[in-house]
């Protein structure tokens, strides 16, 4: 059974540095083909991809959130780390870590197939 | 990046109807790597189809897709009453910067 569930602070004050924490159970970073991403959904907005990381570790940003965020991963752990500078509350979101994608000799096989409940992190002085 | 246009925004329906959502992308999308998500308030999307027109495990046969290039489509065949809900569409193409729709909401008429 997969599962995944996002853990951090609830508010942060603009120009501090969000770290939120996702801890999954049911697959392994460590296996080929494994990744898992961030995506985050202002109140009442759409969905946004924020970033992911892959079993080898290769990492991919959003363009536009690219020189404020890093991502890396525990796989002992079983944890994939997000950390994005500088808040405003314009970042004010539920940010999501979803499995995905799943990847078979580099063909992706299925996108974002399992998702976290989510955690709503608001910005504001 | 791509940008995928949902239509309608809102689509008004009575359980039992046919609901057809709309997706287009500013340019073609690579390998039909375009999924749709489910998401009811307060819950995480729910992934239904990808691959354009693969249904995701545990999904109903009502739920279908289809498309390709820039063009894609969602359609639930009879809304049951738990379907009606925010659906967004998603390309997950060659590129990892990924996007997703804005979404169309589907709403009791």
């Known amino acids: 059974q997969v599962t995944l569930r996002e853990s951090g602070p609830a508010l942060v004050k603009p120009t501090q540095t969000l770290t939120l924490t996702c801890t999954f159970s049911g697959f392994s970073l460590s296996t080929s083909g494994m990744c898992v991403s961030w995506i985050r959904q202002p109140p009442g907005k759409a969905l946004e991809w924020l970033a992911r990381i892959d079993w080898d570790d290769d990492k991919y940003y959003s363009t536009s959130l690219k020189t404020r965020l890093t991502i890396s991963k525990d796989t002992s752990k079983n944890q994939v780390v997000l950390t994005m500078t500088n808040m405003d509350p314009v970042d004010t979101a539920t940010y999501y870590c979803?499995?995905?994608?799943?990847?078979?000799?580099?063909?992706?096989?299925?996108?974002?197939?399992?998702w976290g409940q989510g955690t709503l992190v608001t910005v504001s002085s | 990046e791509i940008v995928l246009t949902q239509s309608p925004g809102t689509l008004s329906l009575s359980p039992g109807e046919r609901a057809t959502l709309s997706c287009r992308a500013s340019?073609?999308?690579?390998?039909?790597?375009l999924a749709w998500y489910q998401q009811k308030p307060g819950q995480a999307p729910r992934l239904l189809i990808y691959g354009a027109s693969s249904r995701a495990t545990g999904i109903p046969d009502r739920f279908s897709g289809s498309g390709s290039g820039t063009d894609f489509t969602l359609t639930i065949s009879r809304l049951e009453p738990e379907d009606f809900a925010v659906y967004y569409c998603q390309q997950y193409g060659s590129s990892p910067r990924w996007t997703f729709g804005q979404g169309t909401k589907v709403e009791i008429k």
């Open positions: 340019q073609s999308v690579s390998s039909s790597y």
């Open positions: 979803a499995r995905g994608p799943t990847m078979v000799r580099g063909v992706i096989t299925t996108p974002f197939d399992y």
